[in-house]
Every structure is written in structure tokens, then in C-alpha cells.
């Protein structure tokens, strides 16, 4: 519903959390093929633990290429009146343009130059392991976050739970801001794990088996699917393994 509003001119931020292994990247991919089926520009930037120190990192990574692939004209154009604040963090030395005195200016800027992509096409602004961008970048998306029911664009973030953020007190401001859509990510139904044991090993895979499988990963599909390779190597459905051997896998 956020993408279909940003498409329709109302933009927002969605917030997916969960653990390592639960579906964050795998959702935030269907994300982007919806945003993108839906007419938006999808733009991606990833946070990194050797990037975190780098100010504004993860913010040009997602808009550099946008920049980048626009005419001098059209550069022009996006860069007009506040946007072009924002300009020198594509044009200057980073540290330099990044400035911490001249931030705020930075962060409105910022913020105009995605209103000015957005009258072309709606954006789809998708950030993976945002724990792990830095300061600044978590800053802005705090900013944009206050501001962009006013443009047609839609934020999603990825969070992992548990892991330690590169900007805790950035991002804890980030995700207790409202208007934020967050959505927790839960584990796999014993049903459901059922369902990709015997997808891949056969329909007479053993019920035990699929029990087994539910209760040893706990309803996480990377470590779900990871057991299922390992079974499948074993024989799969004829491998006739109890419960002890495949906690042992």
C-alpha cells in the first residue's frame, strides 16, 4: 500500500526487521519488482561495517547513480534552487562536501534534489542492513522520513535485530518517528517449513522429517534451506534419517 500511495503522489517509510537468515533481502527484492510492476524508479545502497565511518555514504550510494546517468541539462534542472545544497556531495571531495557544519544545508538539499528526481518517476528508495549505515545517512533518512508524504517516494529499510548498529542513537530515532510502517518479520510455521522440505525432497518425505527440520531451524528459512541441502545429499526422502541425525546436520 506505501508503494501504491508514492505512485499516486503520497510517499512513505517502511521499516522491515527481523533476524539474520528471516527474509529481509529476499522481501525487500519483491519490493522492488513491485515498485518497479508500479512505474516507480527503484534506486538501492546496502550499509556496510567498513563503510559505516564514511559521512553520507550510504545516501550517495543510493542516489549517485540517478545523478550520474543524467545530462548536463538535466543536471542542471535537478540541481535548481535548494536542491542544489546537495550538490557538491557528487561533485566534491566527499569529506569536504560532508561536512558536519554544513549538514542541515546538506540534509535540505537532499531532500529537494529526491523531490526533483521524483517529478520525473516516483521513487523506490530501498536500503538493506540500514544497522549498518552510518550516522549521517540514518540522519537524513530521519529528515525524509518527516518530509516525504510530500513527494512521491517510498523509503524501505532492512534492520536485523540484535546486531549491534554502526549509529544506535541515529537509528533509534529513525524507527520512533511517526508516520513509520514497521514490519517484523517472524519465523517460518512448522507448516510452512513442511512445505519446503517436501518441495524439494518429495511429497513422501516423512512427517517426522518436516517436524524435525521446523524444530532444529526454528522457522528460519536460510537455515531451513540450508538443512534441506544438506538432506537432500543425504537422500532426501530415501534417506530414512531420525531426529537426532538431522539436529546433527
Same mark, same amino acid.
Not at 10 to 30: H, Q
Not at 141 to 165: D, F, K, N, Q
Not at 217 to 238: D, F
Given at each position: +500500500?506505501?508503494? @501504491?500511495?508514492?505512485?499516486?503522489?503520497?510517499?512513505?517509510?517502511?521499516?522491515?526487521?527481523?533476524?539474520?537468515g528471516?527474509?529481509?533481502?529476499?522481501?525487500?527484492?519483491?519490493?522492488?519488482?513491485?515498485?518497479e510492476?508500479?512505474?516507480?524508479?527503484?534506486? &538501492?545502497?546496502?550499509?556496510? =561495517?567498513?563503510? +559505516?565511518e564514511? +559521512?553520507?555514504?550510504? =545516501? !550517495?550510494?543510493? $542516489?549517485?547513480p540517478? !545523478?550520474?546517468?543524467?545530462?548536463? @541539462?538535466?543536471?542542471?534542472?535537478?540541481?535548481?534552487?535548494?536542491?542544489?545544497?546537495?550538490?557538491?556531495?557528487?561533485?566534491?571531495?566527499?569529506?569536504?562536501?560532508?561536512?558536519?557544519?554544513?549538514?542541515?544545508? &546538506?540534509?535540505?538539499?537532499?531532500h529537494? *534534489?529526491?523531490?526533483r $528526481?521524483?517529478?520525473?518517476?516516483?521513487?523506490?528508495?530501498?536500503? /538493506? /542492513?540500514?544497522?549498518?549505515?552510518?550516522a549521517?545517512?540514518?540522519?537524513?533518512?530521519?529528515?525524509?522520513?518527516?518530509? !516525504?508524504?510530500?513527494?512521491?517516494?517510498?523509503?524501505?529499510?532492512?534492520?536485523?535485530?540484535?546486531?549491534?548498529?554502526?549509529?544506535?542513537?541515529?537509528?533509534?530515532?529513525?524507527?520512533e518517528?511517526?508516520p513509520?510502517?514497521?514490519? @517484523?518479520l517472524?519465523?517460518?510455521?512448522?507448516?510452512?517449513?513442511?512445505?519446503?522440505?517436501r518441495?524439494? *525432497?518429495?511429497? &513422501?518425505?516423512?512427517e517426522e522429517?518436516?517436524?524435525?527440520?521446523?524444530r532444529?531451524t526454528?522457522?528460519?528459512?536460510?537455515?531451513? &534451506?540450508?538443512? !534441506?541441502?544438506?538432506?537432500?545429499?543425504?537422500?532426501?526422502?530415501?534417506?530414512?534419517? /531420525?531426529?537426532?541425525?538431522?539436529?546433527?546436520?
Amino acid at each position: +500500500s506505501r508503494l @501504491r500511495s508514492a505512485a499516486a503522489g503520497s510517499g512513505g517509510m517502511v521499516v522491515i526487521e527481523g533476524a539474520p537468515g528471516i527474509g529481509k533481502t529476499s522481501l525487500l527484492g519483491k519490493a522492488a519488482e513491485l515498485a518497479e510492476a508500479g512505474g516507480l524508479a527503484v534506486l &538501492r545502497a546496502r550499509g556496510g =561495517v567498513m563503510e +559505516s565511518e564514511f +559521512s553520507l555514504g550510504v =545516501v !550517495i550510494q543510493l $542516489l549517485a547513480p540517478s !545523478i550520474e546517468s543524467l545530462t548536463e @541539462r538535466e543536471r542542471e534542472r535537478v540541481f535548481a534552487g535548494a536542491a542544489g545544497l546537495a550538490r557538491p556531495l557528487f561533485e566534491e571531495v566527499p569529506d569536504r562536501a560532508a561536512a558536519d557544519d554544513r549538514l542541515f544545508a &546538506r540534509f535540505h538539499g537532499l531532500h529537494w *534534489l529526491c523531490a526533483r $528526481l521524483a517529478e520525473e518517476r516516483p521513487l523506490g528508495l530501498l536500503v /538493506d /542492513d540500514a544497522h549498518w549505515a552510518d550516522a549521517q545517512s540514518l540522519r537524513f533518512l530521519s529528515y525524509l522520513e518527516a518530509r !516525504i508524504e510530500e513527494i512521491p517516494a517510498c523509503a524501505i529499510l532492512t534492520l536485523r535485530t540484535g546486531e549491534a548498529a554502526a549509529a544506535p542513537e541515529a537509528l533509534s530515532r529513525l524507527i520512533e518517528r511517526d508516520p513509520l510502517t514497521l514490519v @517484523r518479520l517472524r519465523p517460518l510455521s512448522p507448516g510452512a517449513i513442511g512445505e519446503l522440505v517436501r518441495g524439494s *525432497l518429495g511429497d &513422501r518425505t516423512a512427517e517426522e522429517v518436516c517436524v524435525e527440520c521446523a524444530r532444529t531451524t526454528g522457522g528460519n528459512p536460510l537455515l531451513a &534451506r540450508q538443512l !534441506i541441502a544438506a538432506l537432500k545429499e543425504r537422500g532426501g526422502e530415501r534417506a530414512g534419517l /531420525d531426529a537426532g541425525e538431522i539436529a546433527a546436520l
